[in-house]
């Protein structure tokens, strides 16, 4: 019973203390850490050298590749692409990886919930 009166152990009751130690919810979250944190770290890192590049190695970010393109543009627009394939790749990684455990926990708790 809670403070109000009400039974927690009635119908549609669920423990999700429970299912936040079980084995396949832990396992969802490292399976997305797996992912994210190595993701960051590498975004972290390029964005970070593009800004002290820009800062500490001017010259080398003012050389001309092309006609008026130079590699700080070429760095500057790389951190758009890379955020994009970063995207893209959690996007696909979640959708085969994450998203079809996530269903199956989400299934059991609405089961539960439903007294079934």
Known sequence: MTENGTDT????????IAVEESPRFRGLK?????????MAAVFLIWYFAYVLLAGWAPDFMAQ?????????LLFGLGQFVTTFVITMSYVAYANRK???VAEEIRSDLEKQEAGA
């Not at 490292?30 to 190595?38: D, W």
């Not at 001309?64 to 700080?72: E, F, L, P, Q, Y």
């Open 9 to 16: 152990s009635a119908r549609g009751s669920v423990d999700y």
């Open 30 to 38: 490292r399976s997305h850490r797996s992912f994210v944190l190595p």
């Open 64 to 72: 001309r590749v092309w006609g008026d393109i130079t590699v700080g």
């Open 98 to 100: 994450l998203d079809p």
